[in-house]
Each structure stands twice: as C-alpha cells, then as structure tokens.
C-alpha cells in the first residue's frame, strides 16, 4: 500500500513518506500535529468511531483491531532476528480477519434486523387469494385430466425438511430420517406455485400430522381453510378427513410417480384398478407442491 499511495501503518504512528505529509499539510497545515505523533492516545475515540466498521477483504482490519493486536504481535515476534523475515503465504494470518472479530456482532444483528422485516412482509406475501374457496383454479378447469374430478381442489400440502444449526444439546430431537439436524417445515401452495400458508421451526423429527393437527387447532396462525366442498390434496402421511383428500393407502397399492415409470413394458406402468388409477391422478396433481419447492 505505501508503494501506491505514500500511506502505511504501523503500531501507532502514520507511516507515510516525506512527500506525503507534505502535500497533506498543503491541503491543510492543521494536518502538521499528527506527523510522528503517538495516536495510541486516541484508543477510546476509535473504539466509538469505528465500532460499526465493516469492510472487505481477507486481511482487512479497523484501526482499533490494528492496535489491539500489536501487543500479541509484538510477543509472536520475538526470538526472531532483526533480519528475519515474516512469511506472507502462512497460512495463519498476520491479523485476525474482521469478519471473524469485532463486525460479527455487527453483521448477525443487521441479519436480524432484515429476517424481522421479510416476516413483516410475510403477512402480505403469504396468503391465498381474498376469493379462493369461490372458484375453480385455471390449472384444473383446463386440464382434462383433473376436470372434473378434482374441481374443487384448491391447492397442496406438504412437509418439507430443511437443514438446521442447533445447539449441541438440542441436535436429537432435530435429526430425523435425513441423518442430520432439520426444521421440518409445513406449507401450502395454491395452483398459481404460489405459498399461502408457511410455519416453520418445528423439529426434524416432528410427524407432518402432528404439525398438521396442530396448524387446524391454532386460530392465530391464520391457516387458510377450506370451505364448503373445497380441499386440498395431501399425501398418505396426512389423515384423510374433510378438507383434506389423501391418497388410497395399500402394501400393493401404488401413489408416488415414480413407482408408474418402473417396469419394461407399458402394461406394468400403468395404473392397476381404479384405486391406484386416482392415485395416479392424485399424485400428479399433488405434485404442484413440490415443484413449489424447487422453484
């Protein structure tokens, strides 16, 4: 840096060239009082002024991090000659990385700052249409493989796990089937592979009907309800009651998509009966869900 620009650093002084100063103390003779003073002096002024600091870079540190380190630089010096040399390709660093010292608190309270906002938003972005038990969605009314029957389905739900970072205490009650720590995540989504209804923070181990039973009992989530002859189309691990249309459920029936792909002919792919003929149905049009989630 001083090749570039005449100003450097060291402990406590501005370490700049002769020709530096001087063009600073044309720019403003007041500059003259700082040149080959001790700013050690100033410690508690940086640490207000520099204490939202945030920068970039690998190796990058405020002022007050620069001095805070000189004592501990200092001692990790000695036994070194005066012609001994510092390595620069080490890969301990010379100087602890800001954003892994003193922004760390700075960055995870705006993080929260932002998290609390899009949750504000969530009220207005996650919800279903003002009139959507009143009509039937185009995704079905245009496709002659879901109209008629599935007329008055008005969206999907699902589960879905996501990983999360718990504390070590927490962790079994997070790892579930996935082998590792998780949120499992209830959602649904109307036609339009839009979210109208999210709760999160669930434990990776919690059943999606334990989740389920509890969202219909809980007023102040605000759950969409279906009414009248309305549903939403849910899988075998929900219960199958009014509302809420799950699949034919069998050893020797089949749902998800694909187990229809497997086999060598197209007679083994096909539905068998009339069961697994809705199933088929049913899975495909469920399906709108977890594309939600891919998108």
């Known amino acids: 840096m001083r090749l570039k620009t005449g100003l450097g650093g060291t402990r406590s002084l501005v370490d700049a060239s002769p020709e530096w100063w001087e063009e600073k103390i044309r720019e403003n003779k007041d500059y003259a009082k700082f040149r080959n003073r001790d700013l050690s002096i100033f410690d508690e002024k940086y640490a207000i002024l520099f204490q939202d600091s945030v920068t970039v870079g690998d190796q990058t540190m405020t002022p007050l991090q620069f001095q805070n380190n000189s004592n501990q630089n200092e001692e990790n010096m000695e036994g070194k000659g005066d012609n001994d040399e510092i390595n620069l390709d080490d890969d301990e660093p010379l100087f602890t990385s800001l954003h892994e010292s003193s922004s ?7 993080f929260h700052t932002v998290l609390e906002a899009m949750l504000k938003l969530s009220d207005d972005i996650i919800k279903p249409d003002a009139n959507y038990n009143d009509h039937v969605p185009k995704y079905i009314l245009n496709n ?3 109209y008629p029957m599935f007329k008055d389905c008005i969206g999907a739900i699902d589960g879905t796990h996501v990983r999360a970072s718990v504390p070590q205490k927490d962790e079994v009650k997070y790892i579930g089937r996935k082998g590792y720590a998780t949120q499992n995540i209830m959602d649904v989504c109307d036609f339009n592979m839009c979210f109208t209804f999210v709760w999160a923070g669930w434990e990776g181990t919690a059943h999606d009907t334990r989740i389920f039973n509890e969202a219909l009992q809980r007023p102040d989530l605000n759950f969409p309800y279906p009414t009248g002859d309305k549903y939403y189309v849910v899988d075998a691990g929900y219960p199958n009651t009014r509302g809420y249309l799950a699949p034919y459920k069998g050893s020797n029936i089949r749902y998800h998509l694909p187990n ?3 086999g060598h002919t197209t007679a083994i792919r096909e539905p ?3 069961k697994e003929k809705f199933n088929y149905l049913h899975s495909s049009l469920r399906n709108i869900i977890e594309r939600t989630f891919g998108v």
Do not use: D, N, Q, S
Request: proline letters at 12%.
């Open 260 to 262: 229809f792909r497997r």
């Open 272 to 274: 068998r009966g009339p």
């Open 104 to 110: 760390r608190e700075t960055i995870h309270r705006h």
């Open 144 to 146: 002659p493989r879901y």
